[in-house]
């Protein structure tokens, strides 16, 4: 099922209090993607990058003993090299390792000097975008990621799902994302001419990429709490996974908590009751009343009458909710045939009760 959406997503994001920005620019929010983190809570140990790659726009620093002349930093270009002081001949360094980096470099400066001592770090990593959660999240985070990291490991991160979750989870593919090609494998980006398997549990987009338009691939995320390895890909830099939010049902009349209750997936009639507390005793259960608005319409919204009482004797199949669907349960008449003996029964203790305050009172000693 082909979705685009770009109107949808910008004033989400927003709401959500995420901002999302290039990797150029310093975060001091963002979360190293990592499996240990901070007892309190805030940046994560940067474990797993000794096998990190790098790209364009990271920052290296070169140090030479004794040789202060080759010191300073180095920045990667967008064609993949670095220019090291003196030495004519530019080094690749994209999609490499620092080490082999230094290695090379050790033996450019080899023809100047005799055994130079090189020190070379990486002092900034801009190249991969970083990846943001937001959404029924605990905690809308941004990630860089500089080693592989699935979807479920980027959502515990984020404290997990809120009760808000509607059961589904999107992952937006942007452009900005800089992978190398011996990466594309494992973070699943497809080639130009793959197409999703057909029995892929995501619902894949094209691969063709319209500036106005992002690609996403959607989960469920009760395929993600049963462990099934299709529902939890490998979360790319730049990716922008959303939880989606549930929305809004509203129960109102004769029920122990008229409330609204989140629409989730397959919430149906009996199940929304039962989150309100189930109906009270003189709830009229034959004909309840269902206002169903149209979405994008001006039309009148569309009136259902439900026996939920034939519902819950299983003689007629449930109800199906849909958002924004406002329930109403009515009340018996209480002169009818269901409610007339307690109707009679109040008006008796009532009656009674009057009665008894009207008599004089005698103290016994």
Do not use: W
């Not at 939880?243 to 209750?261: K, L, R, S």
């Not at 009996?270 to 004909?287: C, H, N, P, W």
């Amino acid at each position: 099922m082909k979705k685009t959406i770009l109107s949808m997503l910008a004033p989400a994001v927003l709401l959500s209090g995420v901002t999302l920005i290039s990797a150029q620019t310093s975060v001091p929010n963002s979360t190293v993607a990592a499996p240990v983190a901070t007892a309190a809570g805030g940046m994560n140990t940067q474990v797993g990058v000794r096998d990190y790659l790098l790209g364009p726009g990271d920052v290296l620093e070169l140090k030479v003993f004794n040789e202060t002349q080759f010191d300073g930093t180095l920045e990667i270009s967008s064609d993949g090299t670095v220019i090291v002081p003196f030495v004519e001949t530019p080094i690749t360094a994209v999609c490499r390792r620092i080490e082999d980096v230094r290695v090379d470099v050790i033996a450019a400066l080899g023809k100047m000097l005799k055994r130079p001592q090189v020190n070379l770090q990486i002092r900034e990593r801009r190249s991969r975008v970083p990846a943001s959660v937001y959404g029924a999240v605990q905690t809308p985070t941004r990630f860089e990621m500089y080693r592989r990291v699935r979807l479920l490991e980027l959502i515990s991160y984020s404290g997990g799902v809120t009760e808000r979750a509607n059961g589904t989870i999107r992952i937006f593919h942007t452009p900005q994302s800089f992978v190398c090609d011996a990466e594309e494998k494992s973070f699943g980006i497809p080639s130009a001419d793959s197409k999703p398997s057909a029995d892929s549990n995501s619902t894949a987009t094209a691969a063709s990429f319209d500036p106005m338009q992002l690609r996403f691939d959607e989960y469920r995320i009760e395929d993600l709490k049963r462990g099934i390895e299709s529902a939890n890909p490998y979360i790319r830099p730049g990716d922008i996974v959303k939880v989606e939010e549930a929305e809004p049902v509203y129960i109102t009349g004769a029920v122990v908590q008229p409330q609204g209750v989140y629409l989730r997936e397959g919430l149906t009639l009996s199940r929304a009751l039962a989150q309100v507390g189930g109906v009270r005793k003189e709830a009229k259960t034959d004909k309840i009343r269902i206002i169903r608005s149209k979405p994008n319409s001006n039309e009148q919204p569309e009136r259902l009458a439900v026996n939920y009482k034939a519902i819950r004797d299983q003689k007629q199949p449930d109800i199906l909710l849909k958002a924004y669907d406002i329930v109403e349960v009515g009340e018996a008449n209480p002169f009818g045939l269901n409610r007339i003996g307690d109707t009679l029964l109040g008006f008796a203790t009532a009656g009674a009760g009057s009665l008894a305050g009207q008599l004089p009172v005698r103290v016994l000693y």
